[in-house]
């Protein structure tokens, strides 16, 4: 089953929505994703988000036992479904970061490169324009030493 990815942050949420929902009965859900680390650095993640860490089921040792309502089983079921759905937003969410930031590092790059064509176009002009004058008054030099040259000799 594959999944359109969102191209906004308000987006991610209900792909995170479809995805837990068809992951619902699955027994084992892992997610493999790229990950944003900064200074632009992206690297491939990898999380098991199913079965649940047993780890997280201890209980804190020093409060008191959590107050709920529901049957634990039932109770477990629904953490699970919520821990499914925040596992796979973080994968979508990490996904997009890194998306938008590797965007990002490529306009920055394309802004420098105009940023340094502008530089070299402007020198370009100012040299062209130079050229230009030095010609124009090379040219009015010479004709004024013609002229001169013209009544010296007549």
């Known amino acids: 089953q594959s999944f359109e990815?969102?191209?906004?942050?308000?987006?991610?949420?209900?792909?995170?929505?479809?995805?837990?929902?068809y992951l619902q009965s699955a027994s084992r859900a892992e997610v493999l994703f790229a990950g944003y680390q900064g200074g632009g650095r992206i690297e491939l993640q990898h999380r098991?988000?199913?079965p649940l860490d047993p780890s997280l089921l201890r209980r804190i040792p020093s409060g008191a036992p959590a107050l709920h309502h529901l049957p634990p089983a039932v109770l477990l079921a629904r953490l699970g479904g919520e821990y499914l759905l925040a596992g796979v937003t973080l994968?979508?969410?990490e996904s997009l970061v890194s998306e938008n930031?590797?965007?990002?590092q490529m306009m920055e790059r394309a802004d420098s490169n105009i940023d340094d064509k502008l530089q070299t176009l402007?020198?370009?002009?100012?040299?062209?324009?130079?050229?230009a004058i030095t010609s124009e008054l090379l040219d009015i030099v010479s004709g004024t030493e013609a002229i001169l040259r013209g009544e010296a000799a007549g």
């Not at 990815?5 to 929902?21: F, N």
């Open 5 to 21: 990815m969102s191209t906004h942050v308000g987006g991610v949420l209900g792909i995170a929505r479809r995805v837990t929902e």
């Open 122 to 131: 402007g020198r370009l002009e100012n040299t062209l324009r130079q050229e």
């Open 48 to 50: 098991v988000i199913l």
């Open 91 to 93: 994968a979508i969410m």
């Open 101 to 104: 930031a590797a965007r990002l």
